[in-house]
């Protein structure tokens, strides 16, 4: 059975930093793409970063230079290192992989929250 477990979320002032962390298994998590999503109160989810199985990462334009997203397949984790937090930052984080096969389904966490002070 698939699982993605997010975590790390929490209250951060403005300029501050956190490290959230997805948890994967019930698939062979080295051969996929990982990506992060958030979702603030009232609008659609947005991606945030992706990382491929080689480790190629792609961040959207707003959080280029300020997030960082990376991997560990021996450990079937993906992180996001997120420093220069804003309050426009605030939002649950959500990761999310698709199968490569049809139909091509969505996976995703449950999300952690995170909340920037300003």
């Known amino acids: 059975q698939v699982q993605l477990v997010e975590s790390g979320g929490g209250l951060v002032q403005l300029g501050g930093s956190l490290r959230l962390a997805c948890a994967a298994s019930g698939f062979t998590f080295s051969r996929y793409s990982m990506k992060w999503y958030r979702q603030a109160p009232g609008k659609e989810r947005e991606w945030v970063a992706t990382?491929?199985?080689?480790?190629?990462?792609y961040y959207s334009d707003t959080v280029k230079g300020r997030f960082t997203i990376s991997r560990d397949n021996a450990k079937n984790m993906v992180y996001l290192q997120m420093n220069s937090l804003k309050p426009e930052d605030t939002a649950v984080y959500l990761c999310r992989y698709d199968d490569d096969y049809y139909p091509y389904r969505e996976h995703w966490g449950q999300g952690t929250q995170v909340t920037v002070s300003s």
């Open positions: 990382i491929a199985n080689i480790g190629n990462s």
